[in-house]
Every structure is written in C-alpha cells, then in structure tokens.
C-alpha cells in the first residue's frame, strides 16, 4: 500500500474510532532491531500527527514503538512492530488495535490501570515472547493468556493478588523467567509445578510468613531465586533439591536464630544475598558452597566474632560487609587469593586499618566509606592493583600522599571528607586516575573548594598553572 493509501486508511481509522485527524500521539520509535522499545523511550521525539508518522518513516518499517497516552492506528502506522510499549493508555478500549499485529513478540503495559482485569485481546497475540504487566492494579488474568504458550516472560510486578495467582499463570508452560515481587501473596500453588522450564523466579516483597511455598522447591530448572523481604524466617525449609540454583537472594528476612542449613546444600551457587538478615555468626555448613563467588552479608553483627567460614569460600571474587559492627578483619582472610571487591564501609577502624587488606593479591576494589579513618598507612602503598578506591565520609584533613604509589588507580571517591583542607600534587603521581569526586569537602584551599568539586583534570590544570607560575617543573 503506498504512502498516500495509508495516510487515508489510517485517517479514516481515526475518524471512526471518533479522532480528530490533527490528533497528536506521543511516539517514540526505532526502525532498528537492535533497538528495544524502552530505548527508544529515553530518546527525546516531538509530538507527531499520523501524517507527520508516515512521512518521517517514509520507506523504513517501525520494529519498536512506545507511545504514551493516546494510541494511533498501529496497524497502519506499525504494522510489523515486534516491542511495543503502551504507557499511561487513555483509553484501554484502544487494545483491541493490538489484534492486528502479528508479528509482535515483545508487549509491555506496565502502569496502566486495567481495574483488577486485562482486555482478553492480550490472550490472541500468540507469537508473544515476552509479556509485562507490572503496577497495572491487576487482581485476576483472563483465561485467553493460556494462548500464549511461546510466552517465556511474565512481569506482574506490583499488581495485587491477595486472593492468590490467577490459575492461568501455570498454564504458561514456556516460561522461564516470572517475576511476582510484591503481589501480595501469601502462598503459592502446588499446580505451579507445572513451570518446568522456569529458571528465574522473582517474588521479593510477598509475605510467605505460614512457610516457605514448597512448590519452589519442586522447579528444579531454577537458577535465579529471589525471596528477599518475604517474611522468613530460621525454620524455612524445601529448597535443597535446587541443584541448579546459581543466584540466591533471600536479603531483608529474619534469620536472627541462624541460617537453614540447606542453603549450604545448594552447591550450584554462585552468588548468595544475606544483606539484613540479622545474622550473627554464619554456619559451616556454607563451606560447601565451592562455587560461591559473590557474597553480600550487609548489616550483619559480627562484633563478637567474624564468622570463619568465610575464608573457606575459596572462589569469592566480591565480599560485602558493610555496617558489619567490625573494628578488626583477622590474617586468615588473606586466603582469599581470589578476591576482587571488598565492601567494608561504615565499620569502625579508627584505631587501625586491618593490615590484611595488604594481603589479597587480586583485590582491585575496595570501599572504605565512613570508616572513622583520618590518615592510611605506609603499607597501603603496596596495594598496586587497586583501581577503584572510596574514602568518602572519613576525617581526613589532608589528601594521603601514600596514593601517588597506587599507579593503576583510576577511580577515587573522598566525597563528605569534611576536615578536608588540602589535596597535594601528589595526585598528580597517579596516572591513570580519570575519575575523582570531592563533593561537600567544601573548606578545601589547595586548591579551592571550587576547582576540585570539577574533578580531576581541573585539578591538574591547577597544579600545572601553579608551577608554571612559579618556574618549576612537576609530574603529571
């Protein structure tokens, strides 16, 4: 159909469905498929009327679409889009333009409100791949979505099925990721077994506080889980069969009496999320997990003891202990020949910065934020693989010199260092430093407060005026 020929079918679209033909639509779209529709969201497009759609278009197909509001007749605009976006819909009764599509295998309506339920025209978009729906108000799903059997993920984030998941949802037997985080819901159907594909399960924010859903335990393709702030408690159990899970989250539960056990039978795990979970000690049984790279036991209560277990985990690349009520880090950690990050901010090592952090070979990434520490010894000039370093809301008053040995270091924060008054041409030493904040240090004088805060090229322009001025010769 050529150009002209589309223009009056898709004004007479509008004039049907009661439009005007100067109607503007909010769109933003792509003709590339490398292009998603929220890509196309973050760029910036003027309102358009559909001429002024067809005519930008001219020869190329639309592959992505985002409109927000009004909805123009995508099946003369877009007939072939494959990631389509409806965003803050005007009139929901415009869905039924979808029926259209056929070759649409991406649909997000995320934040519309369909009032507890969804227009069946979603369940006859067969060829749909992926399906979001999150903070829709949703409180039931038509039937018609067990069409969409080539459906692999489900976003029903934020929506409210206090009365339980719509049954329609273990129909769905493609899917592989669903993600359920804060539905309201406080159990799960046995008959969500049926998802034996499903390898990522999000279901942060429900409240499972009769029991940990024994469903879970039974989708044993999972690989992902999240189950962080869902009411748990010590005495979970029913997930040990997850032979496959790599990534676990169960962050911001109460596990005060200790840890389950059976998470140290997940001998798959790559990445175990602990953050805020009340934790005092850990139990050895987590010295199973040889595979166990990335491990965050943020907020927990290690003053009486740092738990021991920790040095077994051999493959830890990242380790986060913030606010961990620690004022030592004992010799053995230095095991930890594997380790790359290590958070420790918001400890108190006012009395000394543990030496041990000299003895991780591999360690490139280190924060140091608000750990009441006003200077950094001379053996911290050995630490030469660091590239990312934080100091932010310490009681430094001088920029520590010991840094212009640190030669690979390319990113520092000093952010809040309030005492700050002085930062030496010692930065100049560091070479490859392309990234240095110095927010709120505002009675900084050498330089002033309002040559640092524009970072470090600022800074060395400064320094470089400075010795010009002066006749002499300087690194950097």
């Not at 039931?140 to 067990?146: A, R, V």
């Not at 490139?364 to 010894?377: G, S």
């Not at 390319?410 to 560091?430: A, P, S, V, Y």
């Amino acid at each position: 159909m050529s150009k002209s020929n589309l223009l009056t079918a898709a004004l007479k679209s509008l004039t049907e469905a009661g439009h005007s033909e100067n109607e503007v639509f909010e769109v933003y779209y792509s003709v590339s498929s490398t292009e998603t529709a929220e890509d196309c969201f973050k760029r910036q497009q003027d309102d358009m009327t559909v001429q002024q759609i067809l005519s930008k278009t001219k020869d190329d197909t639309i592959i992505s679409l985002t409109c927000t509001g009004n909805v123009p007749p995508l099946e003369i605009v877009a007939p072939s889009v494959s990631n389509l976006k409806l965003f803050r819909m005007s009139d929901y009764i415009q869905l039924q333009r979808l029926s259209t599509l056929k070759g649409l295998k991406i649909l997000d309506l995320s934040d519309n409100n369909f009032s507890g339920d969804l227009s069946e025209t979603v369940g006859g978009l067969s060829g749909l791949t992926k399906l979001k729906l999150a903070r829709c108000q949703l409180s039931t799903l038509p039937d018609s979505l067990s069409s969409l059997q080539k459906l692999e993920v489900l976003d029903l984030a934020n929506n409210e099925f206090s009365a339980g998941l719509p049954a329609v949802v273990e129909t769905l037997l493609s899917l592989t990721k669903m993600n359920l985080r804060y539905c309201e819901l406080s159990t799960l159907p046995d008959s969500l077994s049926s998802l034996t594909k499903l390898e990522n399960f999000i279901l942060t924010g429900n409240r499972f506080a009769e029991g940990f859903p024994k469903v879970i335990g039974k989708l044993s393709e999972l690989t992902k889980l999240n189950v962080a702030n869902c009411q748990l408690n010590s005495h979970i159990h029913g997930f040990s069969s997850l032979s496959k899970l790599e990534e676990l989250d169960i962050s911001y539960n109460n596990f005060s009496t200790g840890l389950p056990e059976e998470v140290g039978q997940l001998s798959s795990l790559t990445r175990l999320n602990l953050k805020l979970c009340r934790l005092t000690t850990l139990p050895d049984c987590l010295s199973s997990l040889v595979k166990l790279r990335r491990l965050d036991v943020t907020q927990s209560d290690f003053q009486t003891e740092f738990p021991e277990v920790i040095v077994r985990l051999s493959s830890l690349t990242e380790l986060k202990l913030q606010s961990c009520e620690l004022n030592v880090i004992p010799d053995y950690l230095s095991s930890l020949n594997n380790l790359e990050e290590l958070d420790i901010p918001m400890n108190d090592f006012s009395t000394s910065l543990p030496e041990v952090l000299n003895k991780l070979p591999s360690l490139n990434k280190l924060n140091l934020e608000n750990c009441k520490i006003n200077a950094l010894p001379d053996w911290f000039a050995q630490m030469r693989e660091l590239r990312v370093l934080d100091l932010s809301e310490n009681k430094f008053a001088k920029f520590p010199s010991v840094l212009q040995h640190l030669h690979k270091l390319n990113t520092l924060r000093m952010d809040d260092n309030t005492e700050l008054e002085e930062i030496g041409k010692e930065i100049l030493e560091i070479k490859e430093l392309d990234y240095f904040t110095c927010d709120d240090c505002s009675i900084l004088a050498n330089p002033p407060y309002s040559v640092c805060e524009r970072g470090i090229d600022d800074i060395r322009e400064y320094f470089m005026e400075l010795q010009t001025s002066k006749g002499e010769n300087i690194s950097g």
